[in-house]
């Protein structure tokens, strides 16, 4: 009987041990609120009534405005699972899965996969995670803006899930995806640059003297027969790099990443980004899009400043004559003037070019001013503010470049859990 017993107390330890050496932990946001917008367009070119309020080539002047009881203002709403499980000698498995969330429609409360991988870490030296991952650029942002990457038009550096590629603003209602492709139209405040993408195989060490680095690779390749479009190959690749530098109260951040994609059974563009008769998606299948983000922050005790800069550049696959850039520079920073209230101010400005025979460009600038009362550590208040301006000089030479203006106000709540 004593034997039965310190044996079935033997299993129960083991078990305990078993359990203890695995964890899965369910997080996520939920952020609900009022959110107010403005946008005013133009666009030369001849009215396209498939067009009206789009922002792009053929679209009419637009005035348009909207508020009402909206959602991910501040932070994108999400729900997630992660999860280590302890392999001994420091080697762990690590997984993540987590979607983001569409708190105001009942009809659609999962609105798209924002990241889900799996791999291992090793301690002391980092770990390796293959899935649906954030770019190298996303990842070192997210410690070097000061108004937190939220979802509001008026950041000339991220340009949030909520801003489409055609310039409309965020009426914070309508669902929203993020498609993490190549910009496909000319307007500054967004194509700023690719967010996350599947297919990839990320590499992050450790945090040692200060300075923690990643390597990322995406693919998706396939080939098939097809003589009409340059025997059918669709290549998908990606590479990118970064480097996050820490010593006392200064944060130093650099990263370079490139994407690009052939795909032949799309018809390749040879004069601009849309074939003859083509759609913008010709652009996106049939190109490359290339980012370098650098930024600072230091923590003054009163104030942190933030100081960033980003460009990308975009060219159709088979001719670099023909293609976007876009540099912005952006200053901000951030103070708790108590221990529960911080105050955030943001200033960007930039540039975008239209590498085509008239030489289009646009001048943009932007600005955000926020504040957050901290009612817990994971729950706070939020009023927001952010505002864009692009002019186009020469906005006649192109047909896609317009000129346009939007602002965004904001107020909610946001829980993290």
């Known amino acids: 009987m004593k034997k039965s017993l310190l044996a079935v107390a033997a299993i129960g330890a083991f078990a305990s041990a078993a359990q203890a050496q695995s964890s899965v932990t369910v997080y996520g946001i939920l952020d609900v609120g009022f959110v107010g917008s403005h946008y005013n367009g133009t666009s030369a070119g001849t009215v396209n009534a498939a067009n009206v309020g789009t922002g792009i080539a053929g679209s009419p002047s637009v005035n348009a405005s909207s508020a009402g009881f909206g959602q991910s203002a501040e932070s994108t709403s999400r729900i997630g699972f992660k999860g280590s499980e302890d392999l001994g000698g420091g080697l762990a498995a690590i997984f993540t899965v987590e979607t983001a969330l569409s708190p105001n429609q009942a009809a659609s409360a999962f609105a798209f996969n924002r990241q889900t991988f799996a791999g291992l870490s ?56 993020s498609s993490g492709s190549a910009p496909t139209s000319f307007n500054a405040p967004s194509g700023a640059y690719v967010t996350r993408a599947s297919n990839a195989l990320k590499l992050q060490s450790d945090r040692m003297a200060g300075v ?62 849309k074939a003859p008769g083509g759609t913008a998606a010709d652009f996106g299948t049939n190109g490359s899009n290339n980012s370098t983000y650098a930024a600072a922050t230091y923590d003054f005790g009163i104030v942190k400043g933030y100081a960033q800069y980003i460009t990308n550049k975009a060219f ?72 864009f301006n692009q002019s186009s000089p020469n906005s006649a030479a192109v047909s896609t470049v317009s000129s346009l203006s939007g602002m965004n106000y904001a107020t909610g709540i946001r829980h993290t859990f």
């Open 122 to 177: 090793k301690s002391g030296l980092g770990k390796a995670t293959l899935g649906t991952q954030y770019t190298p650029i996303f990842d070192v942002m997210a410690t070097t803006d000061a108004a937190g990457m939220n979802n509001l038009t008026g950041n000339a550096v991220y340009t949030g899930n909520l801003q489409s590629s055609t310039g409309t603003y965020n009426d914070g209602v309508t669902a929203y995806t």
């Open 316 to 387: 159709a696959a088979v001719d670099n004559n023909f293609g976007t850039s876009r540099t912005a520079y952006q200053l901000g920073a951030k103070s708790f003037i108590t221990p529960t209230i911080s105050l955030y101010a943001t200033y960007g400005l930039g540039k975008s070019s239209y590498a085509q025979a008239g030489s289009a460009y646009a001048n943009f600038r932007t600005m955000q001013v926020g504040s957050d009362y901290y009612l817990s550590k994971r729950t706070n208040l939020y009023v927001a503010y952010g505002a």
């Open 212 to 273: 923690q680095v990643q390597a990322f690779y995406a693919q998706a390749n396939q080939s098939q027969t097809n003589a009409a479009y340059n025997g059918g190959n669709n290549n998908n690749t990606a590479f990118g790099v970064n480097a996050d530098y820490v010593w006392n109260k200064l944060n130093v951040v650099a990263a370079y990443q490139s994407f690009r994609a052939i795909n032949g059974t799309a018809a390749i563009p040879t004069s601009g980004f």
